[in-house]
């Protein structure tokens, strides 16, 4: 079985900086996609950032883009999302998920981790 354990989430200030960490196990990781999303209160679960198997595609939602990074290091089966110049818009729940090719869609990850908070306080 494939787990994804997500950590780094807390509470930040506005303009604050996170780094969200996504530790894989039970699956060969280098040949996987990695994604983030994420899911503020009462809205749907968005994309916000992927990762190619690879490390040499990454896609960005527009919102995010040039203030986060996706980056993973297949050495240690871990994706990273770093979290800079956070906004109170930032706040949801960000879930970590890997799939066998890099999208910008849920429905391409067959494996979610659990969820970690991020709360970004204006």
């Known amino acids: 079985q494939v787990q994804l354990v997500e950590s780094g989430g807390g509470l930040v200030q506005a303009g604050g900086s996170l780094r969200l960490s996504c530790a894989a196990s039970g699956r060969r990781f280098s040949r996987y996609a990695m994604g983030w999303f994420r899911q503020a209160p009462g809205k749907e679960r968005e994309f916000v950032a992927a990762?190619?198997?690879?490390?040499?595609?990454?896609y960005y939602q527009d919102a995010v883009k040039g203030r986060f990074t996706i980056a993973r290091d297949n050495a240690e089966n871990t994706v990273y999302l770093q979290m800079n110049s956070l906004k109170p818009d930032d706040t949801a729940v960000y879930y970590c998920?890997?799939?066998?090719?890099?999208?910008?869609?849920?429905?391409?990850?067959?494996?979610w981790g659990q969820g970690t908070q991020v709360t970004v306080s204006s």
């Open positions: 990762i190619s198997g690879s490390g040499l595609t990454t």
């Open positions: 998920a890997t799939g066998g090719s890099v999208s910008t869609t849920s429905r391409a990850y067959d494996y």
